[in-house]
Nanobody, 126 residues
Framework: QVQLVESGGGLVQAGGSLRLSCGAS????????VGWFRQAPGKEREFVAA????????SYADSIEGRFTISRDNAKNTVSLQMNSLKPEDTAIYYC???????????????????WGQGAQVTVSS
């Protein structure tokens, strides 16, 4: 019942920034945890960041190293991922996903999420 659409991807040089947004429809979105995942060419999907339903609890992959920040605005049904100090290895398709059964802490694995967006391409050049 939740539909997600990513936006904000693009091409940036190493060290630059991008802000991804995930717009959602569906009555359960505001009660859902939302995660960001990415998949580079030829590689497995990996967890990036997640946020619980009220935005009070966030989780990040260790590889992010403090460069990314996840936030949400439930009044606008959006979740954002601010990405700074981008590296070429950040190049991937980025997906947002929603888990309407999440507990207090958002999951860090993709199988926990029921709804997925189509993805947004992020390319970081060296």
């Amino acid at each position: 019942q939740v539909q997600l659409v990513e936006s904000g991807g693009g091409l940036v040089q190493a060290g630059g920034s991008l802000r991804l947004s995930c717009g959602a429809s569906g009555r359960t979105f505001s009660r859902s945890a939302v995660g960001w995942f990415r998949q580079a060419p030829g590689k497995e999907r990996e967890f990036v960041a997640a946020i619980n339903w009220n935005g009070y609890i966030s989780s990040y992959a260790d590889s992010i190293e403090g460069r990314f920040t996840i936030s949400r605005d439930n009044a606008k049904n959006t979740v954002s991922l601010q990405m700074n100090s981008l590296k070429p290895e950040d190049t991937a398709i980025y997906y947002c996903a929603a888990d309407e059964y999440a507990g207090s802490r958002p999951a860090m694995y993709g199988s926990a999420y029921q709804y997925w967006g189509q993805g947004a391409q992020v390319t970081v050049s060296s």
